[in-house]
């Protein structure tokens, strides 16, 4: 039987372990990490980066987002496609009108924190909060318009007597995941774990960035279900690149011999990697279906 892509997400993010979703900042890096897991956070850090070349403070237009999330999901019919929607792009009409479209572009779930601009990532400093009932206003009117997207409730607030206040007070809303980004320790993820009931914990990990560094087994035995990653492809991007133009440097311009078995990349691997994403080729019975209004779950 199939089921809608928000069902898909949500099914297992409520499962065993913890569910981990790769951040992906573009169509090259998408296909690379859906050789290794089976589902994607659309990172808002990566694709300002990508997209505009900026940091992530505010400047993505939610058009563009929405185009690279249908591209993916021709490509990737059958992976989670979590999506960073920021604060909903201010305007709580426009983050409705925002989910409506990516919910038609088959997304699985959006994340919508609680930021005042202008924004922040949510590991570093300088972040602004709204007040909570105004989150909560535009919160609540995300969960009417949503028919089975995932909505994550984000919390950036920084200290230990709001960021436990807020937990409680997303985890009472029919949000089906909270996250707390930033949070700074273990005992801060059983504080959090311990104030939402049963609902689901996301944790984001980022290279640098204030969260202790812990394996899935180690999230999952604090009780986490699901963990995004979001610029592992973006960092090692950043690296090797800058890694193998400098060797192009030393050599006098001439490129690195591919040979066969030794893992380098070249042509023809490229190609190998990308015919995949042709989408008319994959198999369609067990994809997840789009959930249309009236339709039965």
Partial sequence: MTMSYGTALRRDVRGEGTT???GVFDMFSASVAAKHYDGMFVSGFGFAASHYGLPDIGFIAWPDMVAFVQRLRLAFPEHHLLVDIDDGYVDPEVACHVVEQLE???ASGVILEDQARPRRCGHVDGK?????EEYLEKLELVLRTRRDLVVVARTDATTEEEILRRAR???ETDADVILVDGVRSVDWINKVRAVIGDKPLLFNQIAGGRSPRLSLPELADLGVDAAIYSTPC???AQRAMDEALLELKLNEGR???VAEGSGAVGVQ????LLEKNISR???RDSRPRRQTAGSAM
Wanted: proline content about 15%; charged content about 20%; hydrophobic content about 60%.
């Fill in 104 to 106: 038609m572009a088959d």
């Fill in 281 to 283: 080729h994959r198999p």
């Fill in 234 to 236: 973006l960092f090692t």
């Fill in 128 to 132: 602004r909060i709204l007040p909570l």
């Fill in 269 to 272: 691997e490229a190609l190998a």
């Fill in 169 to 171: 007070a997303l985890a």
């Fill in 20 to 22: 981990p979703l790769i």
């Fill in 255 to 257: 490129l690195p011999e």
